[in-house]
T-cell receptor
Framework: ETGVTQTPRHLVMGMTNKKSLKCEQH?????MYWYKQSAKKPLELMFV???????ENNSVPSRFSPECPNSSHLFLHLHTLQPEDSALYLC????????????FGPGTRLTVT | KNQVEQSPQSLIILEGKNCTLQ??????????LRWYKQDTGRGPVSLTI?????NTKSNGRYTATLDADTKQSSLHITASQLSDSASYIC???????????????FGKGTHLIIQP
């Protein structure tokens, strides 16, 4: 185990649903990240939080809304998703942003129907 | 544009055999290169990290090499085991971002299958 947990592990939702992904890290880190991993594509960085402040938003559609209430928890709120949003969503954390190793959670496998 | 190309895309070998995975990059200026192992249904786990001055780094049966002049890296797996079946991802960081997440360029990964 890497010290980063994600729930749920699997999620199937319709295009009109609203759901949230949760990430929790037990490593005392201050930076947390959301990534999208699609089949046969490299990991795509979505959002970065450092000390609870969002520092990166890589042109992610507004149907994805992150929330970081404290340094240990990160949420990804989902609404009106499209089938092409189906992917593995990975959360990661690191001591801070910068040249630090990132520790990844197991991911949430999302299917949009 | 920074790019990381990995080859082969997939590889099947018999248990006990050795194999080498390749990573070519165009990231500049270079900061560091990491190899990650991602088991099916799990998140990536770091195997090695190398900076400009390092040519070789080992982690058990995994040995990574780096040629910063030709911008190539390889990951050699010795005496493969069934548990080595996974995707192996090469990640290169550039200096502009101080090595931060926005400066990371990920490869698509090599899918390795070890057969008994």
């Amino acid at each position: 185990e890497t010290g980063v947990t994600q729930t749920p592990r699997h999620l199937v939702m319709g295009m009109t649903n609203k759901k949230s992904l949760k990430c929790e890290q037990h490593l005392g880190h201050n930076a947390m990240y959301w990534y999208k991993q699609s089949a046969k594509k490299p990991l795509e960085l979505m959002f970065v939080y450092n000390f609870k402040e969002q520092t990166e938003n890589n042109s992610v559609p507004s149907r994805f809304s992150p929330e970081c209430p404290n340094s240990s928890h990160l949420f990804l709120h989902l609404h009106t998703l499209q089938p092409e949003d189906s992917a593995l969503y990975l959360c990661a954390s690191s001591p801070e942003t910068g040249r630090h190793e990132q520790y990844f959670g197991p991911g949430t496998r999302l299917t949009v129907t | 544009k920074n790019q990381v190309e990995q080859s082969p895309q997939s590889l099947i070998i018999l248990e006990g055999k050795n194999c080498t995975l390749q990573c070519n990059y165009t990231v500049s200026p270079f900061s560091n290169l990491r190899w990650y192992k991602q088991d099916t249904g799990r998140g990536p786990v770091s195997l090695t990290i190398m900076t400009f001055s390092e040519n070789t780094k080992s982690n058990g049966r995994y040995t990574a090499t780096l040629d910063a002049d030709t911008k190539q890296s390889s990951l050699h797996i010795t005496a493969s085991q069934l548990s080595d079946s996974a995707s192996y991802i090469c990640v290169v960081s550039d200096e502009y971002s101080g090595g931060g997440a926005d400066g990371l360029t990920f490869g698509k990964g090599t899918h390795l299958i070890i057969q008994p």
